[in-house]
């Protein structure tokens, strides 16, 4: 049996990470659709989720108290990241290299994400206090263009790529579901000024000018093309951007 954790509650004490996404929000749609995939195959799944607590220690204790009380061969947390950085990363006891906390981060980078890997994750509370095997996933960072590749892959994706890895492992004797189709790479720009025009046409002129994005904010480019002297990228939303590297980061993700 393995025992599936949407990280942190749904309100109050023990709320995750709010960034382009909500964690507690987010860690339930991938919770749900890892559950889904596991038990088509004919595993049998605990949902050890806590939805309200008094305090985090409360959440975190009860959240123990859920997992030993099952005869788990898992324990599966899943969280999303925060801090600015960028990939997925799972952490482990005393960060042993599992083989099947290794293939999660490989599936779940292999739909675009950076791979970060299995690290010492013996400080978190549930890794170390859990009777059964422990791995709490960062799916990735909430408040980076990670949130943006997140929203356009799916959480049921993220789920379908976490139990396509554990299946061989908690159950070889069974078929596990198929790995979600890898998306090819697209291209971003991050804007690096605190305010870039964009514009309506592929045009330099002020009456193209369709307003003005942020610094930081991220856009999926369509194709590049030279206006007069100068590259422009074509986003997704049909506006055009400068891609000067002195305004812009444009990136293959």
Not at 32 to 45: D, F, H, P, W
Not at 73 to 96: C, D, K, P, Q
Not at 136 to 164: H, M, P, W
Not at 196 to 221: C, D, H, M, Q, Y
């Amino acid at each position: 049996m393995i025992g599936i954790n949407a990280g942190h509650t749904a309100g109050g004490p023990g709320y995750g990470a709010v960034g382009i996404i909500k964690e507690s929000e987010h860690t339930r749609k991938v919770a749900a659709a890892l559950r889904r995939y596991l038990e088509a195959c004919g595993i049998q799944v605990k949902d050890c989720t806590i939805e309200a607590a008094a305090s985090q220690n409360a959440y975190l204790a009860r959240v123990v108290e859920l997992a030993n009380g099952q005869e788990l061969e898992w324990f599966i947390s899943i969280h999303f990241n925060a801090g600015g950085g960028r990939g997925v990363e799972v952490y482990t006891y005393l960060g042993r290299q599992y083989g099947d906390a290794v293939a999660v981060c490989q599936a779940i980078a292999a739909l675009g994400f950076q791979n970060r890997g299995v690290k010492e994750g013996t400080g978190l509370y549930v890794i170390r206090k859990t009777k059964a095997k422990a791995m709490l996933i960062e799916v990735c960072f909430v408040d980076t263009e990670d949130a943006n590749r997140y929203l356009e892959t799916g959480a049921d994706k993220i789920g379908q790529a976490i139990a396509s890895a554990l299946v061989p492992y908690a159950a070889p004797e069974l078929e596990p579901p198929k790995a979600p189709a890898v998306p090819e790479k697209q291209t971003f720009v991050r804007v690096l000024v605190p305010e870039l025009n964009v514009r309506n046409a592929p045009s330099w002129a002020n009456k193209a000018i369709a307003g003005t994005v942020r610094i930081r904010e991220v856009f999926t480019v369509v194709e590049t093309l030279i206006v007069g002297a100068t590259p422009m990228h074509r986003l997704k939303s049909g506006l055009y951007i400068t891609a000067h590297p002195a305004y812009v980061q444009t990136y293959r993700g």
